[in-house]
């Protein structure tokens, strides 16, 4: 029986630690934050973020073998692996801002560790972190007094916002890096024996310490990297009349290339790609790699090319002025079946419209609350109904692919709407010639637009 300790209960922190609870019985997991508003969420039925299955998972395990706690010293002194999941922004500050990540919040907690720790502990690395820190953890770690010594593991993240229970449950690997010495090797074989209560061993790599830090930012990389990719073919696409659906199919349907994240969209957004690639630029460029920083950099503006464009059709199609008109966006989340609106793309969408003028109506299922956060006390208004959000609307922009969009009466929408009535879908969601057929004007991604305006 061990006492595992998480550091940070946030998207990562929470998730990960009810599900190694409800598959490690055996095992005590506590999760502590500094945050007591978030604590006393988990504590609730009200969980402070939103995943499908996540309460079932919680509820399963929460007073048996999972806690919420604020008291994090008392915490550490009763660890005996600690995983660390605090946030690491991009830093806003100093050298570095806007490039490189905020650690300020993971060396806080290491010290915290060292301060409350007289065992040595095996520290695990949940943050996504430049490549290299655990090495500088380690030096602050084992520089107690004491004669201490910890082992820093790296055991990156893979989950993804709005199928986290998913992938915990079933991930496509576990990534354990550790130091190849014999301590090394003992404490990596502690982690693995965890996860292998219910992951196959043959899905738990262990590598390097450096490795296993590279990888989850190559993996952020290669995957943001993918959906500007297709983002880019779409742009042609609509200069071309080519349809950038079928080509995805097309070149999908190819196994080298695989079916996969090819979803042309209004861009991508959540709180890690921009800020992992953005770190993977700052890395490079400290080691002087500047056509290998550039080349990731690229990723990145694109992206933000692609939702400004997106934006800027808008208000091009509504004979260029919404100044005075209702639009309403149906979605605020950065994706599906998650409340988490950081780095949305309808952040920037909301913004432009406003600074347009648009009278702004935010339709989400589960992100209404983080929407108000995100945009501060800018004039929008924020409206649980979609039907009511559209009404009036000369417009609706659809910006997360929730299903529930799909199922609304667009009939019934479009007669409510002025006249004539525009849909932007930024998320390729609707049936775009039955939209039509009602009497929409519609602009897809990457497709040809299907209007009624001659
Ligand atoms: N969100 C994701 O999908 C995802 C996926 C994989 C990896 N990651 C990485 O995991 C890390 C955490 O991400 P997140 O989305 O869970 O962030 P988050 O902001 O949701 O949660 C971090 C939590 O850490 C807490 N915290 C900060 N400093 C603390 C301290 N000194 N003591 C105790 N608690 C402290 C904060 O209050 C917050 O609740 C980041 O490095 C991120 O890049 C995130």
Redesign the pocket.
Known sequence: MKNILC????????PTMAVIADQCPDHTITV????AD?INAWNSDQLP?YEPGLLEVVTRARGRNLFFSTD?DGAIKAADIIFV????PTKTFGHGAGMASDLQ?WE??AR?ILANSDRPKIIVE????PVRTAAAMERILNSGDNGLRFQVLSN??????GS?IRDLMDPDRVLIGGQETEAGRAAVNELVEIYASWVPRERILCTNVWSSELS?LAANAFLAQRISSINAISALCEQTEANVDEVARAIGLDSRIGPKFLRASVGFG???FK??ILNLVYLCRSYGLHEVADYWQQVVTFNDHQTQRFAANITAQMFNTVAGKKIALFGFAFKADTG?TRESPAIYVAKSLIAEKADVWINDPKALKNARSALGDAPVQLEPDPYVAADGAHALAILTEWQSYQKLDYQRIYDSMQKPAFVFDGRNLLDHQALFDIGFNVFPIGRPPLTHLT
């Open positions: 550091i940070g209960a946030g998207y990562v922190g929470g502590v934050d500094i945050n978030r973020i994090i999941s605090v946030n690491t919040y806080r907690t915290q949940k943050s996504t972190l990156p993240e893979f989950l993804a916002e986290a989850k959540g709180s890690c800020k992992d988490d």
